[in-house]
């Protein structure tokens, strides 16, 4: 499977973006999907994952309460609503999938990745 995010950009503190993660392929419906971000100097690290159907979702500490992830199967496409984003949020942001998996954190686990979207939050 192929994935291209999208939807990054530059916003103020307070402010919303919704990325948007396309997939290729005839079997996205199997995948669970996940969000990863990247700070200069940093890790990658766990943003939100969502299982195959949706049903179970999981969040980064950081990020619960703010931030919403979600897909569409039909259109094959998995969507990260950020609100009320932070200074501490800028990074760039990777979508990724992986097979047969519970919904789970660990950045090894996922099989396919995106090539990035950055997104710039000021203070």
């Known amino acids: 499977v192929q994935l291209q995010a999208s939807g990054g950009g530059l916003v103020q503190a307070g402010g919303s973006l919704r990325l948007s993660c396309a997939a290729s392929?005839?079997?996205?419906?199997?995948?669970?999907m996940g969000w990863f971000r990247q700070a200069p100097g940093k890790e990658r690290e766990f943003v939100a994952a969502?299982?195959?159907?949706?049903?179970?979702?999981s969040y980064a500490d950081s990020v619960k309460g703010r931030f919403t992830i979600s897909r569409d199967n039909t259109k094959k496409i998995m969507y990260l609503q950020m609100n009320s984003l932070k200074p501490e949020d800028t990074a760039v942001y990777y979508c990724?999938?992986?097979?047969?998996?519970?919904?789970?954190?660990?950045?090894?686990?996922?099989?396919?990745w995106g090539q990035g979207t950055q997104v710039t939050v000021s203070s």
């Open positions: 392929g005839r079997t996205f419906s199997s995948y669970v």
């Open positions: 990724a999938a992986g097979i047969g998996l519970k919904v789970v954190a660990d950045p090894y686990k996922y099989d396919y």
């Open positions: 969502i299982s195959w159907s949706g049903g179970s979702t």
